[in-house]
C-alpha cells in the first residue's frame, strides 16, 4: 500500500514538474526558461501573473485606443458599422 502511495506521489509531483515546465516556456524573457537552473515554483507563478496582468493592461490600453479611432472615423462620417461587427466576438 506503502509503494502504491510513494508512486502516486511522485507522478503528481512530475506532472505538476512538466506543468510547471510548460508555464516557464511561455513566459517570455523568463529567467527560469533562459537557462536550466530550477527556478522555485513560486517565482514561476509570480512571473506568469504578471505577465497576465501586463498583457491584460495592453488590451486594455489597445482597447481605449481602437475606441478613439472609431469615434474619430464616426466624427468624420466614415460608416464603421462593418468593422465593429469584425471585432464582436
Do not use: F, W
Not at 509531483?13 to 527560469?32: F, G, H, T, Y
Not at 522555485?40 to 488590451?59: D, F, M, Q, V
Not at 481602437?66 to 471585432?87: A, P, R, Y
Amino acid at each position: 500500500m506503502s509503494s502504491r502511495r510513494t508512486r502516486t506521489h511522485r507522478t503528481r509531483e512530475q506532472d505538476i514538474e512538466n506543468l510547471v515546465s510548460k508555464l516557464q516556456a511561455l513566459l517570455p524573457s523568463s529567467s527560469s526558461s533562459c537557462n536550466k537552473t530550477k527556478v522555485p515554483l513560486s517565482k514561476t507563478l509570480e512571473e506568469a501573473c504578471n505577465y497576465i496582468k501586463s498583457l491584460r493592461t495592453k488590451g486594455d490600453n489597445l482597447g481605449e485606443r481602437l475606441s478613439q479611432l472609431l469615434e474619430s472615423l464616426e466624427n468624420n462620417g466614415v460608416d464603421v458599422s462593418n468593422i465593429k461587427d469584425l471585432l464582436q466576438p
